[in-house]
């Protein structure tokens, strides 16, 4: 007769995933916050948002669609759940995705024609060898200040306690071996059945370790428009079934050109001399996405290309799509650490 699991005694009960509500950054956000504040079905007024390059770093849009986009991870303190379904808000969210999209689509345009399905995987890797983002895991394994290393993983905490949840939205719309392919790399991110190793987990140990508040939604008074585009990103590709092929691509190339930074922010914490708590969640990366890259170049993005051709422009897309993102965002850190500032916003920001 089994005994059921046996959960130790240390082990702490999964936290919630509360976030308070922050301040209003504009007229956008503004909207938002003063409606999730009433019943749902409160009607909520549709905002004017254009779709400008601009956007993609712009604090009150990207807040607003952050906002939307958590009510499917989590609880909005003192919000009603109902508001995660609430047709008005969904016509709100509907407005800035439609302009987020279009920004998208300027600043990475999409290509003309599906590529042949045998060559997507080679195409991601290129995409990646391609790619000159500004040099920030260089400059933290050398030369950042531990105070910058913090900033790092307060800006990285948006994503990185959700580590993989935008990615699994898509599970139930693949099938064959592209499926399989995803659920193997999930199920490594969340800790191949044990929760301690899950990488959410592992990241919010990071947090702790370097004297961080590790509690979900802690810093998101601070984090700016960029940064909160790159979660959307994730979030906009994975909550739609028609942008399926852009978000195996998103993470493919996100496994692809995550293993070599990972080693150097582990190299630059242990220069600031910082410890394994602190290092685990990199020294795991450096490992676990060596493989994942792989996987998720040939068997998912390829098997999905070869499964449905006509998404192999979209996977290039979503791939693209990152690098650009995460191109904006770096290059906000090192201008801002250039000029002996934080990257982060001021505690008391209110507006643009
Ligand atoms: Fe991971
Ligand atoms: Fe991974």
Redesign the pocket.
């Known amino acids: 007769v089994s005994a059921g699991p046996v959960i130790p005694h240390d082990t702490p009960p999964a936290p919630a995933r509360r976030t308070a509500l922050p301040r209003a950054r504009g007229p956008v956000s503004g909207i938002l916050l003063e409606v999730v504040r009433c019943a749902p079905g409160m009607p909520v007024e549709l905002p004017l948002v254009e779709a400008t390059p601009a956007l993609l770093a712009d604090d009150d849009v990207q807040l607003a669609l952050y906002l939307c986009y958590e009510l499917h991870y989590g609880e909005l303190a003192g919000v009603d759940d109902a508001w995660e379904w609430d047709p008005g808000l969904l016509a709100f969210r509907a407005v800035l995705e439609r302009a987020f999209e279009g920004a998208l689509r300027q600043a990475v345009p999409p290509a003309h024609a599906p590529p042949p399905p045998e060559v997507v995987p080679t195409a991601l890797q290129a995409l990646v060898a391609a790619d000159d983002a500004p040099p920030l895991s260089r400059y933290v394994e050398r030369r950042a200040t531990r105070e910058q290393v913090r900033e790092l993983l307060v800006h990285r905490s948006a994503y990185q306690l959700k580590e993989a949840d935008p990615h699994s939205w898509a599970i139930a719309r693949l099938s064959g071996p592209p499926k399989a392919a995803l659920v193997e ?1 999930q199920a ?2 969340y800790g191949g059945g044990r929760a301690e190793r899950i990488h959410a987990t592992l990241f919010a140990k990071a947090m702790a370790a370097v004297a961080l508040d590790p509690r979900y939604g802690s810093y998101l008074e601070r984090l700016p428009g960029v940064t909160l585009a790159t979660v959307n990103l994730m979030s906009l590709l994975g909550l739609h079934r028609r942008h399926r092929g852009a978000i195996v691509g998103h993470l493919a190339a996100f ?1 692809l050109t ?1 293993s070599l930074p990972n080693r150097r922010y582990a190299n630059g914490l242990r220069r600031l001399g910082f410890g394994a708590d602190a290092t685990d969640f990199f020294d795991e ?1 450096v490992t ?2 060596a493989v ?1 890259e792989q996987v998720a170049a040939w068997d998912l993005a390829g098997g999905l290309a070869h499964a449905e051709p006509q998404l192999g422009d979209d996977i290039l897309w979503g791939a693209a799509a990152l690098l650009q993102l995460e191109a904006r965002w770096a290059r906000r850190l090192l201008d801002a650490w250039e000029r002996g500032e934080s990257s982060l916003l001021a505690p008391r920001a209110t507006s643009r």
Do not use: F, K, L, T
């Open positions: 790399v490594d991110e496994e995550s990366h676990a996405d994942h």
